[in-house]
């Protein structure tokens, strides 16, 4: 079992930038894949970015060269930086976790981030 509370979401400009994290606690943090989705209201909800176990990235094509997803084992931390923020960027941005390339089975309550002018 996982538990996982982001923090940092909020309302910020075009162009701005937000940091969001998202702290685990209950298991062995270092084994899980940790993940970032984000559900505008009336679309989908959208995979945003993606840390393996080991390290590795994937973000979804409307944030790359925009956003960045990392990880702190030491202290069971996952944070998206995210810059260059767009009005299309606003929506509830949760973390989330699996394990062994199962489903994403453990997520956080959720985040609101709202870019405008």
């Known amino acids: 079992q996982v538990q996982l509370v982001e923090s940092g979401g909020g309302l910020v400009r075009p162009g701005g930038s937000l940091r969001l994290s998202c702290a685990a606690s209950g298991s062995i943090f270092r084994i899980y894949d940790m993940g970032w989705y984000r559900q505008a209201p009336g679309k989908q909800r959208e995979l945003v970015a993606v840390?393996?176990?080991?390290?590795?990235?994937n973000y979804a094509d409307s944030v790359k060269g925009r956003f960045t997803i990392s990880r702190n084992n030491a202290e069971n931390t996952v944070d998206l930086q995210m810059n260059g923020l767009k009005p299309e960027d606003t929506a509830v941005y949760s973390c989330?976790?699996?394990?062994?390339?199962?489903?994403?089975?453990?997520w956080g309550q959720g985040t609101q981030v709202t870019v405008s002018s």
């Open positions: 840390i393996t176990s080991g390290g590795s990235t």
């Open positions: 989330t976790a699996r394990y062994n390339g199962a489903n994403w089975a453990y």
